[in-house]
């Protein structure tokens, strides 16, 4: 992923690919590869939920940034509940940890080594 100023790029290589790009200053693309509509919401301050719009319903969904290495990741969300939680490393290997339900609004993942990485939560 390349950064520039000004850019924003979020891409999510699966089956629904999503691309969220910011070209022109204060302009915000969304772009998706099939039929669905895209829903972007910002439910907290450096979290963005992507909700794909289908006709079984509205799946909401948490990505969580760690640009930091850390052997604790403590990510706040508003799905309520408890989220089902996947986390991937900086290279995009899926990566197992000790998942903590503080709250309905709060999880804490433990791993053995500290590592960057981004969790998404169902």
Known sequence: MTSTP???IINEDAANRVVVSQE???NVLVREDTASQV??????PNQVV?????????????????PVPAVQWTVGHTLG???S???VDSAGTVVVGEVTYNS??????NFTA????YAYLT
């Not at 829903?39 to 907290?44: E, L, P, S, T």
């Not at 992507?50 to 760690?66: C, D, E, H, K, P």
């Not at 309905?104 to 993942?109: A, E, F, G, L, R």
Request: net charge positive.
């Open 39 to 44: 829903i972007v919401n910002q439910d907290a």
């Open 24 to 26: 022109p200053a204060n």
């Open 104 to 109: 309905d609004s709060q999880v804490t993942i």
């Open 114 to 117: 500290a590592f960057s990485g």
């Open 6 to 8: 000004n850019n924003v």
């Open 81 to 83: 509940g408890r989220p």
């Open 50 to 66: 992507i909700r794909l719009a289908t006709s079984s319903g509205n799946t909401r969904r948490l990505v969580f940034s760690q």
């Open 85 to 87: 939680v996947t986390v």
